[in-house]
């Protein structure tokens, strides 16, 4: 069964003085997260998302063409950062990797099953 | 009657503490040494006690717990992978309850909305979510792996204690929630059943049988709450409280110490005035001490303080009552109704005064409100 990850991170934890050495620590967990699914057989994917100022949204009201708006469709302090898709055989399995998702202070990661068939 | 039982408590603890400092290697959790000792020798003490109260006590002995509890089902395993899986933490609280009940008591929809002071409807919805998200997620139907066991074992004791609370709500456990109570009971005895080296499911099935020990003594005659210091010791359950302390002494076998046991024992202490005839209130106060030091919540320092107005003094009690934050208790009941108790004790009637009218305005329920009611008409003027 398939689960994605969705991270949400505040991005300001890679800006200011210390940002390039979160950002380093931060991939640096990320890395380590591909290994250990890659040596476990775990069949995945996942990306890394540009900052959430670069998002556009188009919002519906009631149907019809929707309306372009700049920025992400919701305003928080944690931006949608990236993702993983990966198997996992249950819930549990999918946040155990979860958990390994590294988040440089506040934020959240979502785990959703992917609807199947 | 020679059953000083639970003062030993308080003995046990102080002489862990001198154990303590002899303690040639360096202790690295002080406190939860001491607990742990102080335990061991109080529940010692106790056992003794017990046995001996039994030899000397005219009371017919306790008959075993058969017909209290009793399980035809055949397949133990299943209904705890159930009772797991209901209780996942991955579950929104107020369903994971609501779900056991339904799925593994068969109690109906209808009054487990009752029991929730929800419609039926709501509740359904909230149960056949739940139920479509272990689906749709796969939650798994299966006992936790042993690095998630202690978590997921706390997600199900807490499950069961918070329906606990909700069976009592109302001091009868009638009316709404009448029938739930057997059912939390059921639930904790299967899950000290299913998982006997867990002390604190065994330490929660005693809370839960010393609790309903007194369940006919906890409104009289004209449906007004009696606090428990002055329930009618003479309308206990002497089966339950005996069974209830069986079920604490397999918790204590087990040297886990845990929240739910202490806090069974307590009650045992209060159960103990069925046979002495009064509460060692310096025996309760020190396991609140203990309590509040495994569990700082509100609720805990509340009772502690009034243990201690008992113990020690009113003014002490009042003391520790207003070192809480009291603007961040404004609208919790509990808080009101004990200062209204231990101002009276002090002798501050207009305070009390004050304290009553702030409690019934939030909303008790009814027998509790008829109580409060009761002892703000009772006031001198």
Redesign the interface.
Known sequence: MQYMLLIHEDESAYAGENGGAVMEATLAGHMKLMEELGAAGVAFSGERLREAHTATTIRYENGGEGTLHDGPFAETHEELGGFYLIEAKDHDEAVRWARLIPIPGKGAVEVRPVWQD | MQFRDLDLAEDAFSAACEAALREKAPIRDPAAWAFVAARRRALDALRKAAREARALSTQPEADGMGDVIAFPEPIPDDRLRLLFTCCHP?LAAEARIALALRVICGVSVARIARAFLATEPAMYQRITRAKAKIR?????FET?PPG?WGVRVCAVLETLETALGIAYRNAAGEGETEGLAPEVERLAALLAELMPDEAEAHGLLSLVLLVRSREGARVDGKDTMVPLSQLDVTLWNARRIEAGRAALDRATALRQPGALQTLATIHLAHAMRWRRGRTDWTAVLRLYDMLLAMRPTPVVAINRAVALSRAHSPEDGLAVLDELEAARLADFLPFHAARADLLVLAGRREEARAAYEAALALAPEAAEARFLAAQLAALPD
Request: aromatic share 0%.
């Open positions: 991955a749709a997620a796969r939650i798994p936790p998630e």
